[in-house]
């Protein structure tokens, strides 16, 4: 029940495409979804996160789609660039535990130029 | 502002041996929490550290451990080191007063 289940493992999408992440959880508790990216020999770095009073969010060209009733959230990632090539994780916590985040398995993205 | 610092960058050390990773918060965060990184299991929540005292702690055995000092900078241990410990060890840091965490470039600890 601590599962974040996310997919694809793996994606590849052509410059100026759509990206999209998605992953699913069971336990309701869950309150804090942040999305991180993490590029070859760094540490994840958040994009962007979502709490589930709200079923959308944008920053920039990144958006979250929050379904609670489903129990699923997605990354979507407009006008893709090669430089997004990178890994991307879903990740959930509850309530003032936000520094426990359980992580999802992660989605190695290609930008092909 | 200087992010997380994580040291020493890389380890390799042989089976038994005994390994402690630092890590350098944030200027003014006291939250600091480490994870365990590997291809298999992923992105494994270790412990987190508050004020010098340990408020959670994954499902990890007693080899692993750490502590915070009064500046927030804090150090994680594995005694009795095995071949499956091998990984990237991410310590991040957080202000309480927000959610969001921000994680070092990691210790890639090799053990042989």
């Known amino acids: 029940q601590q599962q974040v289940k996310q997919s694809p493992q793996s994606l590849i999408v052509q410059k100026g495409g759509i990206s999209i992440i998605n992953c699913a959880y069971e336990?309701?508790?869950?309150?804090?979804f942040p999305w991180y990216q993490q590029f070859p020999g760094k540490g994840p770095a958040l994009l962007i996160a979502?709490?589930?009073?709200?079923s959308e969010k944008k920053e920039g060209r990144f958006t979250i789609s929050f379904n609670k009733s489903a129990k699923q959230f997605s990354l979507h990632i407009m006008d893709s660039q090669p430089g997004d090539s990178a890994t991307y994780f879903c990740?959930?916590?509850?309530?003032?535990?936000?520094?426990?985040?359980?992580f999802g398995s992660g989605t190695r993205l290609l930008v092909r130029p | 502002k200087a992010g997380v610092t994580q040291t020493p960058r890389y380890l390799i050390k042989t089976r038994g041996q005994q390994v402690t990773l630092s890590c350098s918060p944030i200027s003014g965060h006291r939250s600091v929490s480490w994870y365990q990184q590997t291809p298999g299991q992923g992105l494994q929540f270790l412990f987190e550290y508050f004020s010098e005292t340990q408020r959670n702690k994954g499902n990890f055995p007693g080899r692993f451990s750490g502590r915070q000092f009064s500046n927030s900078r804090s150090e994680m241990n594995v005694s009795t080191l095995e071949l499956g410990d091998s990984a990237l060890y991410l310590c991040a840091s957080r202000r309480t007063s927000t959610d969001t965490q921000y994680f070092g470039p990691g210790t890639r600890l090799t053990v042989l």
């Open positions: 336990n309701t508790a869950f309150d804090y």
């Open positions: 979502i709490r589930p009073d709200v």
């Open positions: 990740a959930a916590s509850i309530g003032d535990s936000s520094y426990k985040l359980i």
